[in-house]
């Protein structure tokens, strides 16, 4: 669509791939409108800015996650859980405010409101910045919802390490806890203590081990 008063044009520079991208790409869920342009997970630079927009200018790097719309005026809208508007719309397979529909990641460039498009700082490279605006936000809301960013020394458990998994161990100790991976994966407790900085590591299918997670205070699963 054009540039509306709202929106900030960006040009794409990363994507990250999401899982949900290759479901809605095969119409698994039977909801996708085709033609498609998937990708939730954007980092770029901002090329054009509409005279509404507020904090941002021409030249500032950005990103987009997975939301391109909602009402703004909902209990959800105004205590930052937009994700719980019932007139939410996605980065892509939506359909915006105009009637436009939304397009994703997948491309050279994407149009976007502003109020849904994050700073990325310049001490975060934007390939690694652009996982975290899917993976990240799935990780660090629980976190802050349960008052685990401001109140550290807690004990975390990450049930698997998978992609989430990986986020959540990092970020669980940059928070300051003490984090404990729980995997079926024996084999992957090398990684999580040597390479991610796990404080524990506990094969689930072993009853004894799992006797740990009742000392836990929160569970990341």
């Not at 809605?24 to 090329?47: F, R, S």
């Not at 719309?69 to 007139?87: H, I, P, R, V």
């Not at 989430?164 to 928070?175: D, Y």
């Amino acid at each position: 669509r054009e540039n509306r008063d709202t929106d900030v044009t960006i040009e794409i520079l990363y994507c990250g791939i999401c899982h949900t991208d290759l479901h809605q790409a095969k119409n698994d869920w039977g909801i996708t409108t085709y033609p498609i342009v998937p990708g939730h997970e954007i980092t770029g630079i901002i090329t054009k800015v509409g005279k509404k927009v507020e904090n941002f200018k021409v030249g500032d790097r950005a990103g987009i996650g997975c939301l391109a719309a909602s009402c703004l005026d909902c209990e959800f809208c105004k205590s930052s859980q937009e994700n719980y508007c019932d007139q939410l719309q996605f980065t892509y397979n939506g359909v915006f405010w105009d009637g436009s529909i939304t397009y994703g990641g997948y491309s050279k460039m994407i149009v976007a409101d502003y109020r849904y498009v994050v700073h990325v700082p310049e001490s975060l490279p934007m390939d690694a910045a652009a996982p975290l605006l899917c993976a990240g936000i799935t990780v660090f809301t629980p976190l802050k919802d349960h008052n685990l960013i401001e109140s550290p020394r807690k004990k975390i458990g990450v049930v698997g390490l998978g992609g989430l998994g990986h986020v959540a161990v990092k970020f669980g100790k940059a928070f300051g806890h003490h984090v404990t991976v729980i995997s079926t994966s024996p084999s992957k407790e090398k990684e999580a203590r040597e390479r991610l900085g796990a404080d524990g590591f506990i094969v689930s299918s072993n009853p004894k081990q799992m006797e740990v997670c009742i000392y836990l205070n929160a569970l990341l699963s």
